[in-house]
């Protein structure tokens, strides 16, 4: 069992930054892939980034590529999400989510744990 935390969401401007991060508790985060999803309001939850157990490779989707970044630091059980150059369309409750496996994981059926999600709202 893993329990997630997700912090660091908030309002803000839209070409801004804003950093989210997730904090693990329970079992060996260094097992786990991580994922972050995000779910708009009437909208589906929807991939966001993913990051390998051994931090090695990460995979985004098409909307956030070269924008995000996803990283980790399993010595602070810590996956994070730096997100830059903002659009309203980012507004969203972004989730972590955790599985014990090797791979990076796109599918939100795939993974066994969930956050309790963070607001972030970019205001135009």
């Known amino acids: 069992q893993v329990q997630l935390v997700e912090s660091g969401g908030g309002l803000v401007q839209v070409g801004g930054s804003l950093r989210v991060s997730c904090a693990a508790s329970?079992?060996?985060?260094?097992?786990?892939?991580m994922g972050w999803f995000r779910q708009a309001p009437g909208k589906d939850r929807e991939f966001v980034a993913g990051?390998?157990?051994?931090?090695?490779?990460?995979y985004y989707a098409d909307s956030v590529k070269g924008r995000f970044t996803i990283s980790r630091d399993n010595a602070k059980n810590t996956v994070y999400l730096q997100m830059n150059s903002l659009k309203p369309e980012d507004t969203a409750v972004y989730y972590c989510?955790?599985?014990?496996?090797?791979?990076?994981?796109?599918?939100?059926?795939?993974?066994?744990?969930w956050g309790q999600g963070t607001q972030v709202t970019v205001s135009s």
């Open positions: 989510a955790a599985r014990d496996t090797v791979g990076v994981i796109t599918t939100s059926d795939e993974y066994d744990y």
């Open positions: 329970g079992r060996t985060f260094s097992r786990y892939s």
């Open positions: 990051i390998r157990r051994s931090a090695g490779t990460t």
